[in-house]
């Protein structure tokens, strides 16, 4: 055996464990897991095996981010593949889901292929592009959805930018049945929202900024359910904000309809008083709600309608942050933050923990049928080593993406990330002293 986690807490939902035991690892694959009582794994270990004593720690599957910006090609200063897959494994991510708003947008299957294998070249965890639905994110004309699922896309998305064409989201979700491959929708109405920077309300009158209500999304997912009521198509909701959406997401669960969603942390711990100071660290597309709207996805989350936790890591240069919040950029670099606060909702009793490594795990890679998230004999060793009882501070400064811009920075989080292995291989180790990469 090249590897073997001992005496680790495991849990792992697409199993049901949840107990403390030994994961032993060969050729980059997990062979066996034993229960800790009684194992004889360790007595058969050679010269070469690492053993790692997880004693006191929790060993989960992986996590899979579905919504990643990386911004390579094109927007290197901002991130790359690189530094944005060192910042996923220092956050416990080992498979990240990258958005196509690149330049040249990931609209064709050359432009896949070159992510995939700079992914493969310099990534220090899995990467799976996802491909735009229109050429150009233009809205004007379909992409060759075809070719880029061949080439190694998993989902579609104009993420950024919605498709207003109705027609056009509706062949999308035609073609997501043909390639068995989630559309996953930009949910706002831009006639609603053009020009707007934040969440429309009182707030933005004072500051003097134009705002963007919540009907803009809430209008959109509904467009989109009811076209996926009209083709049976597989639709995804990305980032989730509002309680009008929340609602017609569960609506349309309970009518059978293929909807699944997503939140990120932002969206269940912060509001839109966030903004106030013209604080550009909180500009993001979404905008930050209210608290009825935070209250909202805290319960689509609790129930259910809300399926996955996703980051939508969107790491910005500093110049892109530091000015005018109205010229200001949107996104938040989350990859880093993205666990320990969603943790948060375990300690608050909202979530269980299988429930937490569910929505982080196994449910993402089933949405886009990825064979990740699982520590089943025969899968990728892809693991994460959690430190659940770790407090820490957040410094932005010392984020390995290039993206430093979070309205986190200065929280108190408990929960830790101390060691990432992705198919076999450490790439990530958390010092005492300090946080580094091994090999970086």
């Not at 050729?27 to 800790?36: F, N, S």
């Not at 604080?279 to 905008?287: H, L, R, S, Y």
């Not at 089943?376 to 820490?392: E, P, S, Y």
Request: glycine share 10%; charged share 25%.
């Amino acid at each position: 055996m090249d590897l073997i986690i001992k005496n680790g807490h495991i849990v792992d939902p697409s199993q049901g464990m949840d107990f403390i035991g030994n994961i032993c690892v060969e050729g980059g694959v997990i062979i066996k897991i034993e229960d800790a009582a009684g194992a004889t794994t360790t007595e058969t270990t050679t010269e070469t095996t690492k053993v790692i004593d997880a004693s006191g720690l929790y060993v989960f599957p992986g996590l899979v981010d579905m919504h990643t910006h990386l911004r390579e090609p094109g927007f290197e200063y901002k991130e790359t593949i690189k530094s944005g897959t060192r910042a996923a494994v220092r956050g416990g991510f080992t498979s990240v889901c990258c958005m196509p708003n690149t330049k040249p947008v990931n609209d064709n299957e050359t432009v896949t292929e070159f992510i995939v294998k700079k992914a493969i070249s310099e990534g220090y965890c899995n990467v799976f592009p996802i491909g735009a639905i229109t050429k150009r994110q233009e809205g004007a004309e379909l992409a060759e959805m075809g070719m880029m699922k061949d080439a190694g896309c998993v989902a579609f998305s104009d993420d950024g930018r919605p498709v207003t064409d109705s027609m056009l989201m509706r062949r999308a979700l035609e073609y997501s049945k043909v390639f068995s491959s989630p559309v996953i929708s930009h949910a706002e109405d831009l006639s609603l929202s053009n020009g707007g920077v934040m969440n429309e309300g009182y707030l933005s009158t004072t500051l003097g900024l134009r705002g963007i209500p919540a009907a803009s999304e809430v209008i959109a997912i509904q467009r989109d359910i009811e076209l996926a009521r009209l083709t049976g198509g597989r639709l995804h909701i990305a980032h989730c904000s509002t309680a009008g959406g929340v609602r017609a997401i569960r609506e349309a669960k309970r009518d059978g309809i293929a909807v699944t969603a997503e939140t990120c942390p932002h969206y269940f711990h912060l509001t839109e008083a966030e903004a106030n100071g013209y604080n550009t660290a909180a500009k993001v597309n979404p905008p930050l709600r209210t608290k009825k709207d935070v209250k909202a996805v805290r319960e689509g989350i609790k129930d259910g309608t809300i399926d996955v936790i996703a980051t939508d890591h969107a790491p910005h240069h500093r110049d892109d942050k530091l000015c005018e919040f109205d010229r200001a950029a949107f996104g938040i670099s989350g990859l880093e933050t993205a666990f320990s606060l969603s943790y948060a909702l375990v300690k608050e009793g909202l979530l269980t923990l299988n429930q937490l490594i569910e929505m982080m795990t196994i449910r993402p890679s089933h949405i886009l049928g990825l064979d990740k998230g699982t520590l089943k004999a025969g899968a990728d060793a892809d693991i994460v080593i959690v430190d659940l009882n770790k407090d820490f501070i957040v410094d932005s400064e010392q984020f390995v993406s290039k993206g430093k811009n979070t309205p986190f920075n200065g929280w108190r989080l408990t929960g830790l990330p101390v060691m990432t292995i992705c198919k076999g291989i450490v790439r990530y180790h958390f010092n005492n002293n300090d946080l580094t990469a091994v090999g970086v």
